[in-house]
């Protein structure tokens, strides 16, 4: 049983930092790719920022050069470091793992940016 536990979150200010992390209960790098979701009251989930099992990284356009994807191997874990937040950035994040045909999800956090 996969289990993605996720810490970090909370309220910030406009042009603030936080830090999302998610500990996993196996090596990340035994998923396919690993990454943050986000969604905001009344919209859909959205992809944040990917990163593969190759390292390889994807981010949405509204958060490419803010955020940042990276992984601990030693850890398993996974962080989203997230700079020059804006009150759109404000949604429940949810941490992701994906092996194979099978997709892990974290217990969300509150991340709230106020102008």
């Known amino acids: 049983q996969v289990q993605l536990v996720q810490s970090g979150g909370g309220l910030v200010q406009a042009g603030g930092s936080l830090r999302l992390s998610c500990a996993a209960s196996?090596?990340?790098?035994?998923?396919?790719?690993m990454g943050w979701y986000r969604q905001a009251p009344g919209q859909q989930r959205e992809l944040v920022a990917l990163?593969?099992?190759?390292?390889?990284?994807n981010y949405a356009d509204s958060v490419k050069g803010r955020f940042t994807i990276s992984r601990d191997s030693a850890r398993n874990t996974v962080y989203l470091q997230m700079n020059m937040l804006k009150p759109e950035d404000t949604a429940v994040y949810y941490c992701?793992?994906?092996?194979?045909?099978?997709?892990?999800w974290g217990q969300g956090t509150q991340v709230t940016i106020s102008s």
């Open positions: 992701t793992a994906v092996s194979g045909a099978i997709t892990y």
């Open positions: 990163v593969t099992s190759g390292s390889n990284t």
């Open positions: 196996r090596s990340t790098f035994s998923f396919d790719a």
